[in-house]
């Protein structure tokens, strides 16, 4: 990932992320390429591997593609968050900091010993694995688990 690009310009060309890279990434998910600036909590392609039998095929049917956004949007947040201000935000607000996406859902984060983890509205648990990947438009932080919206 080259920092001179944006978050979508880098996706493309990431191999351990084929969800947010075309044919498959939704047109709401373009909003990436904007100005920004953007936080991305990008699960790895092991992260989607790793959901139930089905799953990824199930989201990337097109009447699917409003769920896939749901899916994919729940990971970004409308600000440039590096991991040592999200550690100061968990820590200022006592340890566990509320973290709203762009596709309305509601993370929490936490600190588990050096690592962020961020747990999703069903209960869900991400570790961040490599952190501050810088952006031109944001920064993007891999993370081990797919986060998912409210069943």
Known sequence: MFANKNIVENAVNSKDHRLWSPPSRPPAVETLSGKGPFTVFAPVNAAFDALPAGTVDTLLKPENKD???KVLT???VAADAMSSAIG???ADDGGT???KTIGGCMLQAKM???KITLTDESGGVAT???ADVK???GVIHVIDKVLLPKA
Do not use: A, E, F, R
Request: hydrophobic share 35%; proline share 5%; net charge negative.
């Open 67 to 69: 769920q896939l956004t």
């Open 74 to 76: 729940c990971h970004v």
């Open 88 to 90: 100061k935000m968990i």
């Open 97 to 99: 900091h509320p973290v």
């Open 112 to 114: 588990d010993g050096d």
């Open 128 to 130: 961040v694995t490599i």
């Open 135 to 137: 952006q031109s438009n």
